[in-house]
């Protein structure tokens, strides 16, 4: 079955053009069953590459699913054209009386500053709690992750002298997990942050439980079972190309940099990367909209009761 998405939506026709199917919105209204509800709470400057990724992968799954796309009512992009921002998404305070059988809640470039000294945190406390009420599952990506576990079990982020950057490899920690149905036991993932959590603290708190782990970068993927969320903290929904876009814009600023770990072949910037998660990514958040559909109430107001 396909994702339904606005026709001149970008994302539509990348997507078409990769093979993965895709769904006018008024040709899905006519079909009589109920589509997933999924929400992606965009806070990252390229909202169209985001959108993208996110599209991508809970769109390769068997059943439709209806995408809304959401933002901060108050924060104004400087990345993405005023444009394409009105046209496609919608403000938290516009939604916020909707309910929703998934949300996704991606990173932000925002990891050096404390929580409370980000100008949406009051609102994005808000979301938090919402889902409590209106989301049957939440799915927090890197710095959405992170602040998702400081709001509800004040586990504190670290920042770390140089930027964890590169594909490093984890072990599969759960494989009896229905999230990691289908995994490996060894996978490589790509990371970038400067920021990282403790195993202890989250070992510390009640509820949580580390599905996916690295040696190298620490903690991976994050089970939250009382608020019925994963938090993941590093990118399996990458592009091929991401990591060379980023390591590509700080050399041309100046920037300190590395090379990114384990990316390139010979880890040679000329050369071309390989994409080595692709299949992780997919399993990853098929296994998630698949628990979502099994788990769901078929009455949309009954999310939360």
Not at 162 to 173: D, E, M, V
Request: glycine share 4%; net charge negative; hydrophobic share 40%.
């Amino acid at each position: 079955m396909p994702i339904t998405l606005p026709s001149n939506l970008p994302a539509y026709q990348v997507l078409e053009r990769e093979g993965v199917m895709v769904m006018e919105e008024a040709v899905a209204a006519r079909q009589d069953i109920r589509p997933l509800r999924i929400g992606l709470l965009n806070l990252m400057p390229k909202k169209i590459q985001t959108e993208t990724q996110f599209a991508r992968l809970i769109g390769a799954t068997p059943l439709q699913i209806n995408l809304s796309l959401i933002r901060m009512s108050e924060h104004e992009t400087k990345n993405t054209a005023a444009e394409h921002m009105a046209e496609f998404y919608r403000p938290f305070s516009e939604v916020k009386e909707e309910r929703f059988d998934g949300l996704i809640i991606t990173g932000a470039p925002i990891e050096h500053l404390p929580y409370s000294e980000v100008t949406y945190w009051d609102e994005l406390t808000e979301v938090f709690n919402w889902t409590q009420t209106h989301v049957h599952q939440t799915f927090g990506v890197c710095w959405g992750g992170m602040a998702m576990l400081w709001h509800f079990h004040r586990i504190p982020k670290h920042i770390l002298e140089r930027k964890a950057f590169g594909c490093f490899r984890h072990r599969n920690l759960a494989p009896a997990s229905p999230y990691l149905r289908g995994f490996s036991d060894d996978l490589l993932i790509p990371v970038s942050r400067w920021t990282e959590l403790n195993q202890h603290d989250i070992n510390a708190a009640a509820g949580l439980r580390t599905l996916i782990a690295s040696e190298d970068v620490g903690p991976c993927l994050v089970e939250d079972r009382d608020h019925r969320a994963l938090m993941i903290f590093n990118h399996l929904e990458y592009d091929s190309t991401t990591l060379k876009e980023e390591y590509d814009r700080d050399i041309a600023a100046k920037k300190t940099i590395n090379v990114p770990l384990n990316y390139y072949p010979d880890d040679d910037p000329l050369k071309t990367p390989l994409n080595r998660w692709r299949s992780h990514a997919h399993l990853l958040y098929g296994n998630w909209i698949n628990e979502i559909y099994q788990t769901t109430p078929y009455d949309l107001a009954q999310i939360g009761q």
